[in-house]
Each structure stands twice: as structure tokens, then as C-alpha cells.
């Protein structure tokens, strides 16, 4: 009862509900705010909103903060495409000017491709850590329960 009241309290006072690593984990995939869900956390392709237009949630936290999301834009361009480039090429699928021709091109145009969701990987990897820092877990007294 003391939870259902609590919920209940937090949904009309704040308007968000405690939030678990599970839904973190989802809405780090569909580029989604960590704390609300809410879908618009961009301005433009490559502008984050300051604050989360749904819930106030401070999406750049501190300078340096973008570090996280340029080396997740880097390891997913160099760790997850460029072994598989080569591992076509060492099954022979094409040349070696082709796999370097591939290989500059994927490194060029992909991490802008992937601004976005290398961001919102970069908030759930965040918020993944430290659940406790969202506003919506944080009258939770710091126990986000971590398995559901
Ligand atoms: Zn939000």
C-alpha cells in the first residue's frame, strides 16, 4: 500500500513513476529520454536538447559529458563495421582497394549517421551506472531495484 501511495504520489506531484535498468536499456535503444521515455531528445540530427522537453531531465550534464557519446560513435564504427568490412575481405568477397575504399567511406559517413543513437547509448550506458541519479528514481532513497 505504502508503494502503491508512493506511486501514486510521484505520477501526480512529478508526473514520472521510478524507473528500472531494464527500461533504461530499451529506451537507450530507441533514442528515447532515460528518465520519461518521451522521443523527442533531439532538436535537430545533431543537436541534443539541453533539457528533456517532457520532464526536464538535463541531458548534457557537464562539459565533457559528449565525450561518452564520441566513443561510442567510435567503437560502434570501428569495433562492429570494420570487422566485419574485413572479415568479407578475407573471404574474398573483394579486393583490398575495395575493403580500403569501404572502409574510408564507412568511417566518414557512418558516425554522423549513428549521432543520435550513439547519444542515446551514451545517456542508458549513463543511466545504466547510475539509476538513482534520475529525477524519477530519485524519491526512491537510492534503491532502484536493479532486476526487473
Ligand atoms: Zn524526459
Redesign the pocket.
Known amino acids: 500500500m505504502a508503494l502503491l501511495a508512493k506511486l501514486i504520489y510521484l505520477r501526480m506531484v512529478w508526473g514520472m513513476v521510478p524507473v528500472n535498468r531494464f527500461q533504461i536499456f530499451l529506451r537507450g535503444l530507441t533514442v528515447c ?1 532515460p ?2 521515455g ?1 522521443r523527442q531528445i533531439f532538436r535537430t540530427w545533431f543537436r541534443l536538447h539541453y533539457r ?1 522537453p ?2 526536464s ?1 538535463k541531458l548534457t550534464r557537464t562539459e565533457g559529458f559528449y565525450l561518452g557519446a564520441m566513443v561510442w560513435n567510435y567503437g560502434l564504427t570501428v569495433f562492429g563495421c570494420f570487422p566485419v568490412l574485413i572479415a568479407l575481405y578475407l573471404a574474398g568477397a573483394y579486393s583490398s582497394t575495395i575493403l580500403g575504399v569501404l572502409c574510408v567511406a564507412v568511417g566518414v559517413l557512418l558516425p554522423p549517421l549513428i549521432y543520435p543513437w550513439a547519444w542515446s547509448l551514451w545517456l542508458m550506458s549513463y543511466y545504466l551506472a547510475l539509476p538513482h541519479e534520475l529525477p524519477a528514481n530519485a524519491a526512491d532513497d537510492g534503491s532502484v531495484d536493479e532486476d526487473e
Open positions: 529520454c528518465n520519461c518521451g528533456c517532457h520532464c531531465l
